[in-house]
């Protein structure tokens, strides 16, 4: 009897915790997510009348209407997100792979990760800044190549790096590399080698195995670290001003609306880029099941 009515007390603190974090994790959902665009999207109602700067509460589109303008820029902006998707896929995958079958050591493992890591101790804007010594038309890049083509007997005149594309995907590949290879290297992982064994006992070529096996075991990370890219590289807008020079993004034109005070027109805009994220993370998720990740 007394071993019940213990059981049945830890039975209701277990509940009244768990029942607290639902509630705690409902509060913040609430208080910093849904408020916060629940106000944004009241705000996009707006009208702007630009000689009294008065805004007019009146349930209109027309600051959607005006996103519009901008969906040149919106396409393009997704554009280089696949792209820098498909680029750290290839990067990422060999490397989750290196990390997860040909390094048996996991301390060796835990410091490499950690040399990934390492440039995220750094401060975002130095971080930023060091690549202009780096790419600059005087920089290492440039050094290191015409040193090369100087050894080689051939002429060699500085290229411009910085503050244009080519700068703009080696920082978003050197800030969100870390982003895709994680996830891949944790649904590695998962992977029992033992399956592997057994499709090599029934005589499955190299590439079935890495394909039925490898591969589709890791579409979870890959789905994950794509949403990862995906989201961070479509709203970020401080690398393509300060490494791409101006490089235009649809992030630089929501700046650049704030700047001016069309706060409606910023938040439409910001409002339309949530629901494509949105689209393209449901569309991701109906790849594979994400929940086998961690399961």
């Known amino acids: 009897m007394t071993n019940t009515m213990m059981r049945g007390k830890r039975i209701r603190k277990l509940v009244k915790a768990s029942n607290l974090f639902v509630i705690s994790s409902l509060f913040i959902t609430i208080i910093f997510l849904l408020l916060p665009f629940i106000f944004g999207l009241i705000v996009s109602l707006l009208t702007y009348t630009p000689g009294a700067r008065v805004y007019e509460v ?18 393009s902006t997704i554009g280089y997100s696949l792209l820098l998707i498909a680029i750290l896929i290839t990067l990422a995958f060999p490397l989750a792979y290196f990390l997860s079958f040909v390094i048996k050591s996991e301390r060796i493992q835990f410091i490499l990760l950690f040399f990934l890591l390492t440039p995220f101790l750094i401060d975002w804007s130095i971080r930023m800044m060091a690549w202009y010594p780096v790419l600059g038309e005087r920089g290492f890049f440039n050094y290191l190549i015409s040193w090369i083509f100087n050894s080689l007997g051939i002429p060699w005149t500085p290229i411009k790096m910085i503050h244009t594309s080519f700068a703009v995907f080696f920082t978003w590949i050197q800030s969100y590399i870390l982003f895709m290879t994680v996830p891949i ?44 890219v995906f989201v961070m590289s479509m709203a970020d807008y401080a ?57």
């Open 239 to 295: 690398t393509p001003a300060i490494v791409g020079g101006g490089f235009m993004t649809i992030g630089l034109v929501i700046v650049e609306l704030v700047g001016w005070l069309l706060w409606p027109q910023a938040l439409a805009i910001s409002l339309v880029l949530i629901f494509i994220a949105l689209a393209a993370v449901y569309l991701m998720l109906k790849v594979t099941d994400i929940r086998r990740l961690i399961y």
């Open 185 to 228: 290297y944790f649904a590695m992982l998962k992977i029992d080698p033992i399956l592997v064994k057994a499709a090599e006992t029934l005589r499955a070529g190299k590439l079935q195995r890495f394909y039925h096996i490898i591969f589709k075991l890791s579409l979870p990370g890959i789905v994950v670290g794509s949403i990862f």
């Open 58 to 75: 009146s349930f209109t589109i027309e600051n959607y209407l005006y996103a519009l303008r901008y969906w040149s820029i919106i396409y």
